[in-house]
DNA sequence: GTTGACAACCATACGCGAATGTATGTAACT
DNA sequence: AGTTACATACATTCGCGTATGGTTGTCAAC
């Protein structure tokens, strides 16, 4: 094959890890071999071992595809100082299930997070940054109901508690949402689901 | 190696599932070999091959294990009838995380349910059985609220989507406790997290 | 209560395919 | 001209399933 321009490398680079979704999700990361990876992408192995070290670290490129514009969005919502901010949270617990429902990729994706791979030995690194991201997350959660209830707004629940709750219960959403999605209708019942879940904590 | 009594030939089987629970959350379930879990047992590969069909026959079985009791007292909670069951559900509730926090295996082989197995392939039927579980609970779940919204004892929300915060809201905490055991103090924390779980639905 | 004989229980050996990483070739872009 | 962007070829490793071998419980039969 002849050397591309550089605007058609990054489409393959692109086109590779759209194969990725595909492949991951059909055969899970452990079992999808390069070579499919290529096929399904239209080009062969030489290629995604010239774009990617290996599969980790494809992995960790399509993931941060679609993980780091989500992330900067809830790290904005947090940093609200004023006395909406839980309303705030509420709304960005609606839209990321809403979104989550609206965007493939997105559906993609985190169902191979959540039930597509295992999180081991070369995945093992991308999981702590995973888990890091969301300690800092619950962190500035619970220092959100923290000044919450201090402006007298929420009824006397533990900001841990509350934060730690607000958090396994979309976690579980999505888990269960994305092992299933048609049993759920998440475009009609986000903004109940979560709605009922702040109840506990306001 | 010469034949063993009746005794011992469960023993080896004991071994061998005690060993895949091991082997299968340190390497996860797809890297994982049979070889490995072998010599974790003390035995070699013919004694696997003797006791079970492949690796997911082991699986199968080392979940059996821990999750066909714990079922039983599930299905023995929703059957209750008097207007207490709501009471009843919680405190399964809290006693399901209490043993998850107390009891090791358990722990090992939701941790491995949860965060070391990709549900394709040859595990496909386990989860598809594990699927249909979780519905006839849900479908059990909604039918209590149901019950209990006609006793007058809850407020108007729909016994659905109760039935479906509480069921996601366990999953969630299940799913983010088994990803950091370390980060929760769930023997002293699994009442209050239940409790307020609670608070949405009650 | 012996005694064969069969089968249970497990170890060892073999063949096979599949996946990985690298090394090399090659044509076109810059 | 030199490097980029791949394709192709090669060597190696690993794990699976099965086939085979060997020892000893187990139990019917006498």
Same mark, same amino acid.
């Given at each position: ?11 393959t680079?692109?086109q590779i ?24 992408a ?54 990321? +299930?809403? !979104?989550?429902?609206?965007?493939? =990729? %997105?559906? &993609?994706?985190?169902?191979? $997070?959540?039930?597509? @791979? ?19 997350? +619950?962190? !500035?959660?619970?220092?959100?109901? =923290? %000044?919450? &209830?201090?402006?007298?707004? $929420?009824?006397?629940? @533990? ?44």
């Open positions: 094959m002849a050397r591309r321009t550089k605007a058609e490398a990054e489409q680079r692109e890890l759209d194969a990725a979704e595909a492949v991951f999700l059909d055969r899970g990361v452990a079992r999808a071999s390069l070579a499919e990876i290529a096929q399904a239209g080009v062969t192995r030489g290629a995604v071992y010239w774009h990617f070290r290996n599969k980790a670290d494809v992995f960790d490129a399509m993931y941060c595809r679609v993980h780091l514009p989500m992330e900067d969005l809830f790290n904005q919502v947090l940093a609200l100082e004023d006395g909406a901010a839980v309303d705030a949270l509420r709304d960005y617990c609606v839209q990321s +299930l809403l !979104s989550l429902a609206r965007n493939p =990729r %997105r559906q &993609r994706v985190y169902s191979i $997070l959540f039930h597509r @791979c295992e999180f081991i030995d070369e995945l093992r690194d991308s999981n702590e940054r995973l888990i890091a991201i969301q300690h800092r997350g +619950l962190a !500035s959660m619970e220092a959100l109901f =923290r %000044r919450e &209830r201090a402006l007298g707004t $929420l009824p006397n629940v @533990c900001p841990r508690l509350a934060a730690v709750t607000i958090h396994t219960a979309m976690l579980g959403l999505y888990f269960d949402y994305l092992r299933e999605p048609t049993a759920y209708d998440l475009e009609n019942q986000a903004a109940p689901l979560v709605d009922l879940i702040f109840r506990c904590v306001s």
